[in-house]
């Protein structure tokens, strides 16, 4: 059974740095890794999505990589701004039409 | 990319009652998910929901509790059926147009049962 372990649990940092969240699964046969961006009490936002065949995408300030082999992901956030404040979900998804398996969660906080 | 409308936002029900969760997706798709996300936890799929056949549950999720109704490729409705307290969740639909494309998600129905 798949498990997704998202490191750190929770993350506060000031305004302008540069972060990196982890994520790691257990299964390394996996079809595609997602990050969403969670508001609280919100639904979620997807941020980037890698396939298995690749290393790395990249969105704005966002940059996600993928190790599949070692199974790892990790979420790099660029000159980080009050605004990207919010909870960061990592979820995989195995092989043909299964569903999405999810960490907890890093929530972050950046203040101003 | 896919459009999801989600309805209601939010609720305050009485333990015992029902709600009816409604999303509709703006382009036709095969599958639609329902997930829940209790507070302080990640989410946990309830169930699968194909267009024209019986919805699939997850262990721990039953029919009786959890009826999901699927009348075209746009559309589908959760019912949380006789609330208790520990019904009080976020409530989540999802679909994924293809295999390999991203899953998207609903605004997320916030459910408090008193």
């Known amino acids: 059974k798949q498990e997704v372990t998202q490191i750190p649990a929770a993350l506060s940092v000031p305004e302008g740095e540069n972060l990196v969240l982890n994520c790691s699964f257990t299964?390394?046969?996996?079809?595609?890794l997602q990050w969403f961006r969670q508001d609280p009490g919100k639904g979620l936002t997807s941020l980037l999505l890698i396939q298995s065949s690749q290393r790395e995408q990249t969105s704005g300030r966002l940059n996600a990589s993928l190790d599949k082999s070692s199974g790892r992901s990790t979420l790099y956030i660029a000159a980080s701004q009050p605004g990207d404040s919010a909870t960061y979900l990592c979820?995989?998804?195995?092989?043909?039409?299964?569903?999405?398996?999810f960490g907890k969660g890093t929530m972050l906080l950046v203040s101003p | 990319s896919a459009v999801i409308s989600q309805k209601p936002s939010r609720d305050i029900c009485q333990r015992g009652t029902s709600l009816t969760i409604q999303c509709q997706v703006d382009s036709q798709v095969t599958m639609m998910f329902w997930y829940r996300q209790q507070p302080g936890q990640s989410l946990t799929l309830i169930a699968t929901?194909?267009?024209?056949?019986?919805?699939?549950?997850e262990s721990g999720f039953v029919i009786d509790k959890f009826p999901i109704s699927r009348p075209n490729l746009t559309f589908s409705t959760l019912t949380v059926s006789n609330m208790s307290p520990e019904d009080s969740s976020i409530y989540l639909c999802?679909?994924?147009?293809?295999?390999?494309?991203?899953?998207?998600f609903g605004q997320g129905t916030r459910l408090t049962v008193v």
């Open positions: 299964d390394s046969a996996i079809y595609n």
């Open positions: 929901a194909n267009q024209g056949s019986e919805a699939t549950y």
């Open positions: 999802s679909v994924a147009p293809s295999e390999n494309t991203e899953a998207f």
């Open positions: 979820a995989v998804k195995g092989s043909g039409y299964s569903t999405l398996t």
